[in-house]
């Protein structure tokens, strides 16, 4: 039997006349894998078509997409500023994509209570750069929160784990770039390598790989509208957040900038309700090692006045976990992050 159109209206919309989302499943239970990320991607774009955008940017070396989600108030606007975030650069930081999906959920989801994140700011967000190094680095065995220490992965499965490059083949049998290495500033330099079979390797040329191409549009398209204000890039585990430079020992023009939004950043976690809060620490990317070809000095170089490298925490109270946190700690790591990154961002909309 078939329902009248206007009951089935009503019913769908739960009687009062907004209707209802099936929204996506957002959890912090275990790690998300690739599908399960474009998944969650699809079905924000699908409830809320009105603030969310998907655009794949490119492609990865083994042809799965890359995906940023750009995240409006929906009013329509076309001259807002722009904070563009990336994570996943490195295969094994884990980490790293639950604390970029758990800010997509905050801005689109959790709209309300964090709407004045998006009166004058549009959000772009790539989640995974590296979906294959991701998905090779989950294919070993099942992980049962065992600590793992990856300058001692002597074991294939540890090896596995521990990957962090990308998945194209090189010459010689040795497989992967270090995407986070072959940006076209400072390429070369410092901590980064010619060898095609350690994981810092630099790759054959600048931007020689698929998925640091795919970055580089974005931030040069942003860069290009002139609307571009704050780049940040998510990787672990340091418990830092670095600003440039970091292929030479000085520090930006404008490192006072740096600094103070990223002290915001840094007090708010420190006074958040956290029992072992993250005591993060701040400086130039050089102050860890000189590393040319780095994601976060191209993009300052290109025009973002602000560009961070944010490195989640290591442990958490006496438990040091490096990449691979325990995930019971997956949401409490996550919401410390959005914390942090929301003051970050309140403090970047006050001076720009
Ligand atoms: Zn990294």
New binding site residues.
Partial sequence: MFLPLFLVTFLLSGGQGTPVRSRPEYQTDDYYTYEEIQNYLKGLAESYSNQVKLTNVGKSYENRNLTTITISNGDGRKDKKVIFIDAG??AR?WLTHTAALNIIDKLVVSFEENKHLLQDYDWVILPLVNPDGYTYSRSGNKFTNEIIDCLFAYTKDLAVKCWRKNREPNKHGCIGTDL?RNFGHGWGKGDSSSDPCQPTYKGLSEFSASESQAVRRVLLDLANTGRCVLYLSI??ALGEILYPWGSEEIKAENYKEHEEVVQAGIDAIANGNFQFPSTYKQGPSHSLYVTGGCSSDYAYEAGFPLSLIWELPEERGNLTFEFHPPTNLIGELVEETWIGIRAIAEKVMDKY
Avoid: D, Q, R, Y
């Fill in positions: 650069f490195h930081e986070n990787h672990s």
